[in-house]
């Protein structure tokens, strides 16, 4: 096992009391293994990313929980051995490139940098190293674009040069958080084609964060479904896809477009709308959108229910098909 996270608890302090972004989260991750989470805008998919690495910005802060990666719990670590993983064991790539690219270096000297701190490398070798980490992620002429400067560069070629400085410090671990947003459809396939690729190539283990659809099924060996701060439903992304078992997971599957389904096939979607965080339902987050739903769901919060094939649910409904 190369990741073991164990009830994790992350939480922004505001004004208005404290907000539960990541609530009691726990999974696992083995090496090499590619795992997606997935879920709506403001679930705390992007946080759960952030608390592994204590990035969280303030007045945000993990709260509790156990972040092991490679059996070392990196949230009793000194900054220093903290800083080594970052980039070295596990690389990120951001959601908003441009916003994790620096604007005053040229990428050539933000990827330098990674190289020299984790590979400790001469700095020629550096470069050299750099120059073929350009052209590994897809750039044409990468010794010209090794000078360019962030803005220089397309939506699509930032995602590339995040991706390459994201795996400099050869990490065991990617993770990819929403890596295609904003791009189109053609540079979408291609980011998406070029991270399978070096995972396979590079023996790397993924977390892909995203709400994409089409990509879990094409790169996800598990599939983690997140709602309201908690993990709902965790297991092999064939029998999620397949079978989903908790009523969130089956309203988000069928919410998604699929291409010959015909005029009059209507979108399907989920009633209601996201609950806030800072004011949850009582008893399961999801209940006051549930067709399901009955006395207990509004009252009782329920535990994730183990199915067998490291695949867990957490619905009042599926333990009682369980205890049938």
């Not at 993990?62 to 064991?89: N, T």
């Not at 987050?285 to 867990?312: K, N």
Request: hydrophobic share 45%; net charge negative.
């Amino acid at each position: 096992m190369l990741l073991d996270v164990r009830n994790l608890r992350s939480s922004f302090f505001l004004d208005e009391g404290e907000l539960k972004a990541v609530d009691d989260v726990s999974f696992t991750i083995d090496r090499g293994e590619s795992v997606a989470l997935v879920g709506e805008s403001g679930c705390g998919k992007t946080i759960v990313a952030l608390s592994l690495l204590d990035l969280i910005a303030s007045p945000g802060r993990v709260v509790s929980g156990e972040v092991l990666f490679e059996g070392e719990d990196l949230q009793q670590v000194r900054r220093e051995r903290l800083r080594q993983v970052r980039g070295g064991g596990i690389g990120m790539v951001f959601q908003e490139p441009a916003a994790a690219l620096n604007p005053v270096y040229t990428i050539g000297s933000q990827l330098v940098d990674v190289l020299l701190l984790h590979q400790r490398l001469a700095k020629d070798d550096a470069r050299s190293e750099a120059v073929g980490l350009l052209g590994d992620v897809g750039f044409p002429e990468p010794e010209r674009w090794i000078k360019a400067y962030p803005f220089e560069l397309s939506g699509g070629m930032q995602q590339r040069a995040l991706i390459a400085i994201a795996i400099a410090g050869r990490p065991k671990l990617l993770i990819a958080d929403e890596p295609t947003t904003a791009l189109d459809p053609t540079v979408q396939a291609e980011i998406l084609g070029l991270l399978t690729s070096l995972r396979d190539e590079l023996d790397m283990a993924l977390l892909l964060i995203t709400h994409d659809v089409g990509a879990v099924e094409v790169m996800a060996d598990r599939v983690m479904v997140m709602y309201a701060g908690k993990l709902v439903e965790v297991g092999a992304q064939t029998s999620v896809f397949r079978l989903p078992t908790h009523p969130y997971t089956r309203g988000l599957l069928a919410s998604v477009p699929r291409l010959g389904a015909g005029r009059d096939a209507p979108l399907q979607g989920i009633p209601g709308a996201v609950p806030d965080l800072l004011a949850l339902p009582s008893g399961c987050a999801f209940h006051p959108r549930c067709p399901l739903a009955d006395d207990r769901c509004s009252d009782v919060v329920p535990g994730m229910i183990d199915l067998g094939r490291r695949w867990r649910a957490a619905c009042h409904m599926v333990s009682d098909v369980v205890a049938r």
